[in-house]
């Protein structure tokens, strides 16, 4: 049996193999059906079926090839509202070309809240914020 805390990481390590994968299908079923996906550019794909249809989109286009750096699983700070709801904070990149260091200006800090439903854990809410020098 897992614990909470592995299960957690246990989504976000899958979260990043789908996208390193390019696979749309597989990254949609790690959210909640109502969920919410909040771009680093402040656009909210709601909904597992449009955060599916978007990442199709992107991973077929603009971000075929690309690459999320580091392990989210791993370097995630997790802590629990309530047993069955978590938070978790991580900073992250990506590579355009698909290395396995990120871009210049393509690091993140990454706020994801999961729930449990029916055992499994699931990403109800998704924010990114891309990291940037305020002085600038």
Do not use: C
């Not at 597989?26 to 909640?32: E, K």
């Not at 900073?91 to 499994?120: C, I, M, Q, Y």
């Amino acid at each position: 049996m897992t614990t909470p805390e592995a299960g957690v990481r246990a989504v976000l390590g899958k979260l990043t193999q789908a996208w390193n994968d390019g696979d749309a299908t597989a990254y949609g079923r790690l959210f909640t059906e109502d969920a919410d996906y909040v771009t680093f550019f402040g656009a909210n794909f709601p909904g597992r079926a449009g955060i599916e249809n978007s990442h199709r989109a992107l991973f077929e286009g603009p971000l075929k090839g690309s690459k999320l750096t580091g392990r989210l699983d791993a370097a995630a700070k997790v802590r629990f509202v309530r047993p069955d709801v978590a938070v978790a904070v991580v900073g992250g990149g990506s590579s355009l070309t698909g290395a396995d260091t990120t871009d210049e200006g393509r690091e993140s800090t990454v706020t994801f809240v999961l729930v449990r439903e029916d055992g499994e854990w699931l990403i109800t809410a998704f924010q990114n914020t891309r990291v940037s020098d305020p002085r600038s």
